[in-house]
């Protein structure tokens, strides 16, 4: 008895030090919410202060629309690269790029170590036929200086009426030259998914070369045809893919993985916007298919999710160089006048809780591109280039161009030459050996 009364006088003064740690706990959150509350509202009065002051004593009168943009412009850029006020005219762009039809030089740019970097250029575009490369830094546009230039701000720089012409100076690390191109905008009409093909031995290869809205229906008409050739194994392409859309990019990796597996979280500040998409797959047309993915530097965002998701549920075996590491998720938010928000919410994690952002995909088996078959490339380039003018000349003088080769064939023959799709190629009749 007197035990017990003992155990209840212990339980009473446990649970009233509980009660008075948590109201302690709350009481030190709702101080903290009260300091940063009067820091805001202190910062706020700082900001009207100097708004005001610039209304009334800069040498020309500004409009209270120029110093709102200006002010929401230079908050949002400095918080990352990636993070964007859009003014009406930002949001018409945006709603054209992700439809896959715009004019430019094709390319897919971001900021990375403070320097305007190409993501990657995007094939049969002005800056492709250029020689453009992966993780070049523009460092002048038109002989004006990128230092401190935001991404919109580039964007706008680069892009330009077909026809004419804008003048960049890049810098290519890896063999320390600094180049001066002139490249002629064009309208960029994008083609998702390119060289839908079997290469040898029933395995099929298709290439993805963004993902944009039409993206999941030409992948999997893509895939559909390969499997009516004959094909039972996959080579997925994904190298100089900048990404595009997250769901079409969760549509594409859940044709590979079985209901349930994870593809893909996001995690952001408030834990209640956390998410976790897993595969709602329950067709499983193509599960059992031997796979490698194929990626490079120029593999970025909605690549590294795919990959990722396929390398840690070990599905597929990746093949190539490290990708981009571009990790954040970017939502678009509308403001009252038709404005809005391109702001940075959360970054992705692969299904084994690593973090993309900054780090990118390691590849299971490294392999770097030779460079006889880079100079190659760079030597069809400027043939595809040169056939174009001569097109031009020929019909200018009322003479009919020579007949176009089997370009499938020519594909099929460049691939096949590729030291990265050998290795993948290779890859994939290990598996198939392994499970026979």
């Known amino acids: 008895m007197v035990n017990g009364f003992k155990k209840s006088i212990i339980a009473f003064m446990c649970f009233s030090v509980i009660v008075v740690f948590a109201k302690f706990a709350i009481g030190e959150i709702e101080k903290k919410e009260e300091v940063r509350k009067d820091d805001l509202y202190s910062q706020i009065e700082l900001f009207s202060y100097a708004l005001t002051t610039v209304q009334a004593a800069y040498v020309d009168e500004p409009t209270p629309k120029d110093l709102i943009y200006g002010s929401l412009k230079g908050m949002l850029s400095s918080l990352d690269p990636h993070s964007q006020f859009l003014t009406p005219e930002d949001f018409t762009d945006l709603k054209t790029e992700t439809e896959g039809k715009f004019g430019g030089l094709g390319i897919e740019i971001s900021i990375k170590d403070n320097l305007l970097t190409v993501v990657t250029p995007l094939e049969d575009t002005p800056a492709w036929r250029a020689g453009v490369k992966s993780l070049d830094k523009i460092v002048k546009i038109d002989d004006e200086s990128t230092k401190d230039i935001t991404l919109s701000e580039a964007v706008k720089k680069l892009r330009g009426k077909p026809g004419t012409t804008v003048n960049i100076t890049i810098f290519r690390e890896s063999e320390g030259k600094i180049l001066e191109l002139t490249i002629t905008r064009e309208i960029i009409r994008i083609h998702d998914v390119k060289d839908v093909m079997i290469l040898k031995d029933n395995v099929g290869y298709i290439r993805l070369t963004e993902f944009r809205e039409e993206s999941y229906k030409e992948f999997r008409k893509g895939l559909d045809e390969l499997k009516q050739k004959g094909a039972d194994s996959l080579i997925v392409d994904l190298r100089n893919n900048p990404g595009g859309l997250l769901n079409i990019a969760i549509e594409i990796t859940q044709e590979f993985l079985p209901e349930g597996q994870i593809i893909v979280s996001t995690k952001s500040r408030n834990p209640s916007q956390n998410s976790v998409s897993k595969s709602a797959n329950r067709n499983g047309a193509f599960l059992q298919w031997p796979m490698a993915v194929l990626i490079n530097e120029g593999s970025a965002s909605g690549s590294e999710i795919l990959a990722g998701a396929l390398k840690d549920n070990k599905r597929a075996v990746i093949v190539g160089t490290k990708s981009f590491g571009k990790g954040s998720v970017q939502s678009v938010i509308?403001?009252?006048?038709?404005?809005?928000?391109?702001?940075?919410?959360?970054?992705?994690?692969?299904?084994?809780?690593?973090?993309?952002?900054?780090?990118?995909?390691?590849?299971?088996?490294?392999?770097?591109?030779?460079?006889?078959?880079?100079?190659?490339?760079?030597?069809?380039?400027?043939?595809?280039?040169?056939?174009?003018?001569?097109?031009?000349?020929?019909?200018?003088?009322?003479?009919?161009?020579?007949?176009?080769?089997?370009?499938?064939?020519?594909?099929?023959?460049?691939?096949?030459?590729?030291?990265q799709v050998q290795a993948a190629i290779n890859v994939i009749k290990g598996i198939k050996i392994f499970k026979k």
């Open 334 to 419: 509308p403001l009252p006048d038709g404005t809005g928000l391109k702001l940075t919410t959360s970054k992705y994690y692969t299904p084994a809780d690593i973090s993309i952002h900054g780090v990118g995909i390691e590849p299971d088996i490294v392999v770097d591109r030779s460079m006889e078959e880079l100079a190659a490339e760079q030597k069809e380039a400027e043939k595809t280039e040169k056939k174009a003018e001569e097109i031009f000349n020929n019909v200018q003088n009322g003479t009919a161009p020579s007949a176009e080769p089997d370009k499938m064939e020519e594909a099929k023959k460049r691939l096949l030459e590729d030291n």
